[in-house]
Nanobody, 125 residues
């Protein structure tokens, strides 16, 4: 059974930082694009960032460029999302996602085969 399990969310003050982790189990994703989405209250889920299988290439939504950094450790089958200078508008449930095939880094934006259960990030002003 394939599982993606996120951790690292919480309640923080504006301006602080968080590092989210997503640990995969049940199969290796070292050949697959992985990434993050988020869903704010009352809004649709939106793409945040993706990373290539090797980690050499990254792709971000315009709204998070400069503050969010995605990375991965294939030895640990884990992907990370570093969020700096958090803003109240970053409040959302953050989901990890992965392609099950050899899709391109940008393809994750429109299609993911695996999803985590989400981790809540709440930013107070």
């Amino acid at each position: 059974q394939v599982q993606l399990v996120e951790s690292g969310g919480g309640l923080v003050q504006a301006g602080e930082s968080l590092r989210l982790s997503c640990a995969a189990s049940g199969r290796t994703f070292s050949s697959n694009v992985m990434g993050w989405f988020r869903q704010a209250p009352g809004k649709e889920r939106e793409f945040v960032a993706a990373i290539s299988s090797s980690g050499a290439r990254t792709y971000y939504a315009d709204s998070v460029k400069g503050r969010f950094t995605i990375s991965r450790d294939n030895a640990k089958n884990t992907v990370y999302l570093q969020i700096n200078s958090l803003k109240p508008e970053d409040t959302a449930v953050y989901y990890c996602a992965a392609r099950g095939d050899l899709g391109s880094i940008t393809s994750l934006r429109s299609h993911a085969d695996y999803w985590g259960q989400g981790t809540q990030v709440t930013v107070s002003s």
